[in-house]
């Protein structure tokens, strides 16, 4: 019914900025909060940040400061901006999306396929 499709992940070095994008299609009635996790190898997925509808947002401690998300609401798309990266940023992506698709009812949590970042020392 909904799918997302991350873009712009890739290798950069530490220091170096990437910029992600997240686009939903599909059955959508309405987007609320929208997001972005990442998952190192071995290690469990975690929370980088969220924004809401009207754009207040919420970061890790760890990337306050150097990451930026935004949305596009009337593309239905988020970005993730980042910069001063670091190796330890490294990991896939993941960008998330609570999803209203009908006028009533809960909505349902949506998550993108992935995008693979990699900042090398």
């Known amino acids: 019914q909904v799918q997302l499709v991350e873009s712009g992940g890739g290798l950069v070095q530490a220091g170096g900025s990437l910029r992600l994008s997240c686009a939903a299609s599909g059955s959508i009635v309405t987007i609320n909060d929208m997001g972005w996790y990442r998952q190192a190898p071995g290690k469990q997925r975690e929370l980088v940040t969220t924004i809401t509808r009207d754009g207040r947002t919420n970061y890790a401690d760890s990337v306050k400061g150097r990451f930026t998300i935004s949305r596009d609401n009337a593309k239905n798309t988020v970005y993730l901006h980042m910069n001063s990266l670091k190796p330890e940023d490294t990991g896939v992506y993941y960008c998330?999306?609570?999803?209203?698709?009908?006028?009533?009812?809960?909505?349902?949590?949506?998550w993108g396929q992935g995008t693979q970042v990699t900042v090398s020392s």
């Open positions: 998330n999306a609570v999803v209203s698709v009908r006028v009533w009812g809960a909505p349902n949590v949506y």
